[in-house]
């Protein structure tokens, strides 16, 4: 081959491969956002005759809130702090106003964010006076040593932070009231229905690539002694990781404890190759199944696909992403 004839093939394939590359530079990147509201028995004539359309309403709500943030440019973090505040808003869900009650008839908080990028996470449990606790989980990753505050001492911080504080009564409502009553009196088990649901959280990818997770939950009713769930535990509740996937779960929080559910999918998708949705029935249908544990997962992957995966007969969650895809969906059809 002549020497001019090389360089002109050297020049083809130098010139091939930049269009390329510069192609694949100019295509939209995915942007992808999933919530959810708990997961768990919902009885169909608990919702009555509209098939809940406030809770789709409140779920189409938080899932555009949070799909702006994604289209306006914002982060993965952002988006999922937004959506998820959103719900801890409407007092229908289980975190914020409207959170379960404790034994002694107190909300008791639970929240903890991820940033798929870095790894940072941050988390609060049993905080009692902060209105949008997963505000305080993002404050205590970004803005303090550690990953977890408990209690007096995340209040402490909240208050050091410039947080206003709320008194308690702010997140009670009279239906969870009759609902702890009853669960007192025996009449329902702690996630008898829509009694215990409604933890919330969500997942995202943004334009620019990296996941993130949050979750946010008053835990369950009757809780006593302190119990902390899943929800604010890193790897057990939610997690983050820009190589594998964000997952947010609801559902037995003392199973996915054990499990480390969260965790348990990212880890199959990173070491074993396997799709986010492979990873997710493995983790929700069969290890979590055949130890006892109910409840639901939402997560998304890399390149930007979301799965929703549950093991209980229904779980309140919404999709978006910008492929056109838009679900607000509460049981398995
Ligand atoms: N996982 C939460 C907890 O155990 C409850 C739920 O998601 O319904 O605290």
Same mark, same amino acid.
């Given at each position: 081959?002549s020497?001019?004839?090389?360089?002109?093939?050297?020049?083809?394939?130098?010139?091939v491969? %930049?269009?390329?590359a510069?192609?694949?530079?100019?295509?939209?990147?995915?942007i992808?956002?999933?919530i959810?509201g708990?997961a768990?028995?919902i009885?169909?004539?608990?919702l009555? /005759?509209?098939g809940?359309?406030a809770y789709r309403?409140a *779920?189409?709500?938080?899932?555009?809130?949070g799909? &702006?943030?994604?289209?306006? !440019?914002g982060?993965s973090?952002?988006?999922?702090?937004t959506a =998820?505040?959103a719900?801890?808003d409407n #007092? *229908?869900f289980?975190?914020?106003?409207?959170a379960? %009650?404790t034994h002694?008839?107190?909300? @008791?908080?639970d929240?903890?964010?991820? +940033? !798929?990028a870095?790894?940072?996470?941050g988390?609060?449990?049993?905080?009692?006076?902060?209105r949008? #606790?997963?505000?305080?989980?993002r404050? =205590?990753?970004e803005?303090?040593p550690h990953v977890?505050?408990?209690?007096?001492?995340a209040e402490?911080?909240?208050?050091?932070?410039?947080?206003?504080? =709320?008194p308690? @009564?702010y997140f009670?409502?009279?239906?969870r009231?009759?609902q702890? @009553?009853?669960v007192? $009196?025996?009449?329902?088990?702690?996630?008898?229905?829509?009694?215990?649901l409604g933890?919330?959280?969500?997942? &995202?990818? +943004?334009?620019?690539?990296?996941?993130?997770?949050?979750?946010?939950?008053?835990?369950?009713?009757?809780?006593?002694w302190?119990r902390?769930?899943?929800? #604010?535990?890193?790897?057990?509740?939610t997690?983050?990781?820009?190589a594998?996937?964000?997952?947010?779960a609801?559902?037995?929080g /003392?199973y996915f404890?054990?499990s480390?559910?969260?965790?348990?999918i990212?880890a199959?998708?990173?070491?074993?190759?396997?799709? %986010?949705?492979e990873?997710a029935?493995?983790?929700? $249908?069969?290890?979590?199944? /055949?130890?006892g544990g109910e409840?639901?997962?939402?997560?998304v992957?890399?390149?930007?696909?979301i799965? *929703? @995966?549950?093991?209980?007969p229904?779980?309140f969650?919404g999709?978006?992403?910008?492929?056109? /895809?838009?679900?607000i969906?509460i049981?398995?059809?």
């Open positions: 081959m020497s001019h004839l090389r360089t002109f093939l050297w020049l083809l394939v130098t010139s491969t %930049l269009a390329t510069h192609a694949a530079d100019q295509e939209p990147k995915m992808s956002i999933a959810h708990g768990g028995v009885a169909r004539s608990q009555g /005759e509209d809940g359309l309403e *779920l189409g709500a938080a899932l555009d809130a799909y &702006a943030v994604l289209e306006a !440019g982060s973090l952002d988006a999922v702090s =998820v505040r719900l801890e #007092p *229908l289980n975190a914020g106003k409207g379960v %009650l002694d008839g107190s909300a @008791e908080l929240a903890s964010i991820m +940033d !798929g870095t790894l940072a996470a988390a609060v449990t049993g905080v009692r006076h902060v949008h #606790p997963i505000d305080l989980a404050r =205590v990753m803005d303090s977890m505050l408990s209690g007096a001492g402490e911080f909240a208050l050091q932070r410039g947080f206003t504080l =709320v308690n @009564e009670i409502t009279p239906t009231k009759r702890l @009553e009853r007192l $009196q025996g009449r329902r088990t702690p996630r008898n229905e829509l009694d215990g933890t919330v959280g969500a997942v &995202a990818r +943004d334009a620019t690539g990296n996941l993130a997770a949050a979750t946010s939950t008053g835990g369950m009713t009757n809780k006593r302190g902390i769930g899943d929800s #604010p535990i890193i790897g057990a509740g997690y983050a990781n820009n594998s996937c964000a997952v947010s609801t559902g037995h /003392e404890i054990r480390v559910v969260a965790y348990d990212c199959l998708v990173e070491y074993r190759g396997i799709s %986010l949705a990873a029935r493995e983790v929700v $249908q069969n290890k979590l199944r /055949e130890r409840g639901g997962i939402i997560a992957d890399a390149k930007g696909n799965v *929703l @995966e549950f093991n209980s229904g779980m969650r999709l978006r992403t910008s492929t056109g /895809e838009r679900l969906a049981y398995a059809d």
